[in-house]
């Protein structure tokens, strides 16, 4: 079955940190390009990172530079998002999908996973 699934979300204070999973099923990531995107409540999705399929070039929504940080592991068929710093702005259900060779976007994409729940509150 092709699959993404992520994992690692939960609540957190501000401050803190967290890291997501991003694990393929039925595919080898190393082919695809890989971006986590995130909708927070009545808002629309927005791109917080991606990460190229081989020459692992990276790219960052401007407010979480410097603070989140995506990762891959090939052997493990696995995209991390490490998320240090978290605000409250943060707080978003966050998803990853993956692009044949390229970093996806809104429009255009081949796999979605179910999404991981990130909420930032003290």
């Known amino acids: 079955q092709v699959q993404l699934v992520e994992s690692g979300g939960g609540l957190v204070q501000p401050g803190g940190s967290l890291r997501l999973s991003c694990a393929a099923s039925g595919f080898t990531l190393d082919d695809y390009g890989i971006a986590w995107f995130r909708q927070a409540p009545e808002k629309g999705r927005e791109r917080v990172s991606c990460?190229?399929?081989?020459?692992?070039?990276?790219y960052y929504l401007d407010s979480v530079k410097g603070r989140f940080t995506i990762s891959r592991d090939n052997a493990k068929n696995t995209v991390y998002l490490q998320m240090n710093g978290l605000k409250p702005e943060d707080t978003a259900v966050y998803y990853c999908a993956a692009l044949l060779r390229r970093c996806p976007d809104l429009f255009e994409y081949n796999y979605w996973g179910q999404g991981t729940q990130v909420t930032v509150s003290s």
């Open positions: 990460i190229t399929s081989n020459d692992d070039n990276t």
